[in-house]
């Protein structure tokens, strides 16, 4: 059985369509990977500029005061 010009024109509709989906995909995934690696970036220069500061990031805790239950 032959094929009709009209499904090839679909199989050819198709196959666009996926491409397409793909090509879409993948830069998506670039955006994504791209946006990570600058949110990190500037979290890390963030942190850099507070401890410039002399900020502390974190408090520090000892075990050196009683709990509060006296325990």
Do not use: C, Y
Not at 14 to 40: D, S, Y
Not at 45 to 54: D, I, M, S
């Amino acid at each position: 059985m032959t094929e009709s010009h009209v499904d090839a024109a679909v199989r050819a509709r198709i196959a666009r369509v996926r491409a397409e989906e793909e090509r879409k995909r993948k830069q998506r995934e670039e955006l994504a990977a791209t946006r990570t690696a600058g949110l990190a970036k500037r979290h890390a220069q963030k942190l850099r500029r507070l401890a410039e500061k002399g900020w502390e990031l974190a408090p520090t805790f000892d075990n050196s005061s009683p709990a509060a239950s006296g325990a």
